[in-house]
C-alpha cells in the first residue's frame, strides 16, 4: 500500500508513520512522498529516510498542484499536522482515502481556528476533564469527517496547554498507526 504524508510542523508523527511501516506495525505499506506546505523539519525527516519529498508552498493554487503530484497508485493520503485546507474538489477525488489526526476529542475543539496550541489552550479554559486525540476522514467540512479512532485521558488539575500538547502527542502516537490499519485493512 501506497501512502503519502503532508507535513507543515516538526513531522513527529509523520516519523511514527515512515517507523511503523519500517519494522512492519503497518504491514505492506510505505510512505511514497512526503509534501509540505512549507519549509519543516517534516521534509528533513523524509530526505533522511530517503523518501521522495516536495515543498509547495501553500497558497490559492496548493490543491490543483497537489492533485498533479500524487500518483495514481496512492491508497491513502495522511495529513499528520498538515496546516493547509485542502479544496473541496482535492476531498471529493480522493473520497474515503484521506485521513487527519486532531488534537482533541472531535466533535468538540475542532473546526476553523481550531489547531496546535489553540486547541490545547482553548481545553483548559474549558475546565475540560478529559482530552485525547482524533483520527477522521477528511471531506470539504474542516473537522468534520468520519471518526475513524479516538483515545482520551484524564487531565491533571496541573495540566497546562504545554503539558497537554505532550501527552496528546503520545496519544497519536499509538492511534495513529492502528487508524492507519483500519482504513487500509478494511478496503
Ligand atoms: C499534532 O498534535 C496534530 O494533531 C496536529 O499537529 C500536531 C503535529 O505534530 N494537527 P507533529 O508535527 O507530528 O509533531
Not at 71 to 77: R, S, V
Request: proline share 4%.
Amino acid at each position: 500500500k501506497n501512502i503519502v504524508v503532508l507535513v507543515s510542523g516538526s513531522g513527529t508523527n509523520l516519523q511514527r508513520i515512515i517507523d511503523t511501516t519500517e519494522n512492519g506495525e503497518i504491514p505492506n505499506a510505505k510512505v511514497t512522498l512526503v509534501v509540505a506546505d512549507r519549509e519543516c523539519f517534516g521534509l528533513e525527516r523524509a530526505r533522511n529516510h530517503h523518501i521522495d519529498n516536495i515543498l509547495i508552498p501553500r497558497g490559492k493554487n496548493f490543491s490543483a498542484e497537489l492533485s498533479n503530484i500524487i500518483p495514481e497508485n496512492t491508497d491513502l493520503i495522511v495529513l499528520a499536522g498538515f496546516l493547509s485546507i485542502l479544496k473541496p474538489e482535492f476531498c471529493q477525488n480522493w473520497n474515503g482515502k484521506i485521513i487527519n489526526i486532531h488534537p482533541a476529542l472531535l466533535p468538540k475543539f475542532g473546526g476553523k481556528g481550531m489547531w496546535g496550541m489553540n486547541v490545547h489552550n482553548a481545553v483548559i479554559e474549558a475546565k475540560e476533564k478529559i482530552s485525547g486525540a482524533s483520527v477522521h476522514f477528511v471531506t470539504s467540512g474542516i473537522d468534520e469527517g468520519e471518526i475513524i479512532l479516538q483515545q482520551s485521558f484524564e487531565i491533571d488539575e496541573n495540566d497546562t496547554p504545554d503539558s497537554l500538547a505532550q501527552k496528546v502527542h503520545r496519544v497519536e502516537y499509538e492511534i495513529f498507526p492502528k487508524a492507519i490499519n483500519k482504513v487500509l485493512g478494511s478496503r
